[in-house]
Structures are given as C-alpha cells and as structure tokens.
C-alpha cells in the first residue's frame, strides 16, 4: 500500500513538472525537454556552438531550449538578430536573473544589472567618467601608443627566440583600463598585475566553461560550496583593496581616476541622502563595477590582440599589405584586417544573455523569456555584405566602417607590425 502510494505521488509529481515544462502557445519551437534537465542531452557541456548550429538547421533562426526548468529562446542570424536588438531594442534590454554570471555578481555594476533606473543612473555616471578621462578621445591613444613601446620592447628582447604574447597582451590591456581606473600603471613583472591577470584568466575559463551550464541547468547545487566561488572571491577582495587604498590617498573633489571620482559621488549621496532620496550609489556597487570595467577591457581587448596576432603568423603576406603604395591604402588595408580579426576571434560567441522586458514578438512569435543572441552565426553567415566567404581570413578589397574603436585597435597592431615581423617558428622557414 505505501510503496503504491509513493509510486503514485512521484508519477504526479512528474506530470506536475512535465506540464510546466511545456511551451506556451505560439512559443518557439525547439528540442524535447526534460523535466527539470531542460535540454542538456541536447548540448555539449564544454562547447555547444555546434550544438546550437545544429538546432538552428532543424527548428530555424528563432528556436528555444530549457535551462533546467527555465525557458530561453536563441535567436540566430543577421534578420532576426536586427530586429531583436536593433529595432524593438528595449524589449530585448533586460538580464536574466538567478543564472551562474548573474548570482556571481548579484545583478550588480552595469554589465549584469537589469535594465531600468539604476542601471540607466550607473550607466550615464560611468560613460560620463570615461570620456573625461580620455575614452574616445586623444588622450587615450596617447595611453596606447605608450603601452605599445612596452609591447615593442618586450618583442624585441626576444627577437630570435620562441614566445608565447598570451600575457604580455593581458599585461598591456590591463595597464591600460588600470590607468582610467586605478591612474596606476604596473610593469609586466608587478606581482599585483599578474595576481589580476591571473585570476581573470581563471575566472573567464569558469564562465566559458561546463560549470557554468551545469550551474544554469541544475539549481539544486548553487547552494554548495563550489570551486568558482573562492576564484571570484580573489577577484573581489583585489578589488576592496584598490578601494581602500584610494580612500587613504584621495583628495575630495580632485579625482585622479574613475575610482576617486565615484568615491566623491558616494560621498554626496551619503552627505544629501533622505528618506525621500533613494540611490543607486553604494561601495558594493563601486567593487563590481571595477570589476565589470577591468574584466571586460581586459580580456576582450587582450584575446583580439592574441588572435590578431595567430592570424598575423599564419597569413603573412598580410603582414606585407600594410605597406605602400599610399597610407590611405595602408589605412584602410588595416582596418580590414581588424574587421577580420575581430570576425574570426568571435570573442563573446553567445553575447551576454538577454532578457525580454515585456511580452513581445520576433519573428512571428511571442516571447518572454531568456533571450541567447549567437552572434557566431551573424558573424559567419554567408551572403550578407562583405561575409563572401565566411570561412577565409580575409578577402580584400574589404568593405570597412568609421568605427573609432577598430581604428584604435590598428594603432596596436599596426605599430607592432610595422616595426617587427612575427611569424609561426614552426612554418617561418617557407616564407
């Protein structure tokens, strides 16, 4: 009699979860779910690009899959993905929360934050702040170009000899984005650079890595002590640090970096706050923050610039384009090149996750939901302006844009190419 009753009560409570597992009505169609497993069996814990190009062929540019009990709707392509988030942009602005990136920094600083006041109000604080501290302007070029001697000395002093650029690039991107925040730079052997470096290396591999699905899939484990937790703790305790040593040095009101200037916001929050004042400014705001900033301009920068690099070895007669016969063709042979390079890098090849602010529709269908842009299929999907061939490193004459950010880019590479050759060890001989 009890075992019939147990039996009973798990065969309702499977039905329970099966029914709302079900997709809604003129929902996205996608692969079988799986009560409370979603549709793992469906992807590779380690790398599910493919997985993803799969499903697209099978249920097309807009489909959806299970995060565990959570629904997410993938949207492929370059017609569905303009008008995701270009033309009904605000619908697509919000962040999912309560998966593995989200609860690391719970919904904190301005990359993982949901779309509305606060996130508007830090926003237009840290834009602010940059630009007076040189983004988009000559100031920061002038920050590059000094990098760059220290990139060039270092290649120099092992011209001739075997090296891997991996932390020479996350050294030089990271004193970069350190001396907006931070107004500090650090030598490449500065233990404090290398302890930040390090950790984000070993952060960034969590995130991209089956922890992160398993995590996103299965709550039921968020509540043990997992490996990830002590490696972003690192990272935020390197933070605090920064914070408190600026708190001891600071002048009020002659900020000397992003940090001393959200220092004196916070210090006129606190000095005009009232019941009826309500802010987003906080020291919990500030550490994450830091740490959107300095993780995200350095480890995006710093992969392009590493791959850049791969590309530059493996196709050397680009290397010789960026010579005569004018600079107005080396200019643009250039930007090409970083166009290409930023193509085939794919940095980011599932974006950040999106979520929808409100029901709406894409493509004929409604959603409200997790939203996954795979910009991998965008970025190689044929028939689509200069993408001739997506395949191919670079094809020219190639169609470029203005983008301030590309060109800054070429000021890197251009610098480092025109002043060194690299080259495979293994291949160089043939050239």
């Known amino acids: 009699m009890f075992a019939s009753l147990v039996l009973l009560w798990v065969f309702i409570w499977i039905a329970i979860l099966h029914f709302k597992s079900r997709r809604p009505k003129n929902f996205p169609p996608g692969p079988l779910n799986v009560p409370l497993l979603g549709s793992i069996f469906h992807l590779s814990l380690e790398n599910p690009l493919k997985d993803f190009e799969k499903l697209r062929k099978s249920y097309g540019d807009v489909y959806s899959i299970f995060l565990g009990r959570e629904p997410a709707v993938v949207i492929n392509g370059v017609k569905a993905m303009k008008e995701a988030m270009v033309t009904k942009a605000a619908d697509f602005a919000g962040r999912p929360q309560g998966l593995f990136v989200n609860e690391l920094v719970d919904g904190k600083g ?30 920061m070029e002038e920050r590059i170009h000094d990098e760059i001697k220290h990139i060039i000395s270092t290649l120099e002093k092992n011209i001739g000899k075997t090296m891997s650029p991996r932390v020479m690039f996350h050294n030089a991107a990271s004193n970069i984005i350190c001396q907006v925040l931070f107004a500090r730079r650090y030598t ?29 899939s299965f709550p039921i484990i968020r509540n043990l002590p997992l490996p990830f937790q002590k490696a972003f703790k690192k990272m935020e305790n390197l933070s605090r640090r920064m914070v408190s040593e600026h708190r001891e040095t600071r002048v009020p009101g002659e900020p000397r970096d992003f940090l001393d200037c959200y220092l004196d916001e916070l210090e006129k929050v606190i000095y005009s706050v009232s019941c009826y004042t309500k802010s987003s400014f906080s020291e919990e705001e500030l550490i994450i923050y830091l740490l959107n900033l300095h993780f995200a301009g350095t480890d995006t920068t710093s992969n392009t610039l590493l791959t850049g690099f791969l590309y530059l070895m493996n196709y050397p007669h680009i290397q010789g384009n960026t010579t005569p016969p004018c600079l107005v063709y080396v200019i643009f042979v250039m930007q090409a090149v970083i166009h290409e390079v930023q193509r085939m890098t794919n940095i980011v090849p599932l974006s950040i996750f999106h979520r929808t602010t409100k029901d709406t529709e894409l493509m004929a269908y409604s959603i409200g939901t997790i939203v996954i842009p795979n910009l991998s299929s965008v970025l190689f999907e044929e028939g689509h302006g200069e993408f001739v061939r997506p395949g191919a490193f670079i094809k020219l004459p190639f169609i470029c844009g ?30």
């Open 402 to 431: 203005q983008e301030d950010g590309v060109l800054r880019l070429a000021v890197w590479v251009g610098s480092c190419i025109h002043k060194l050759y690299v080259c495979n060890p293994h291949t160089h001989n043939n050239f």
């Open 188 to 216: 490449y052997d500065d233990e404090l650079i290398k302890l930040f470096v390090g950790i984000f290396n070993e952060v960034s591999k969590i995130i991209n890595g089956p922890w992160a699905t398993l995590y996103d």
């Open 110 to 139: 301005v990359i993982m934050a949901d779309y509305g006041s606060k996130w508007r109000e830090q926003r237009r604080f840290g834009l602010t702040t940059l630009r007076n501290f040189g983004l988009g302007k000559n100031s």
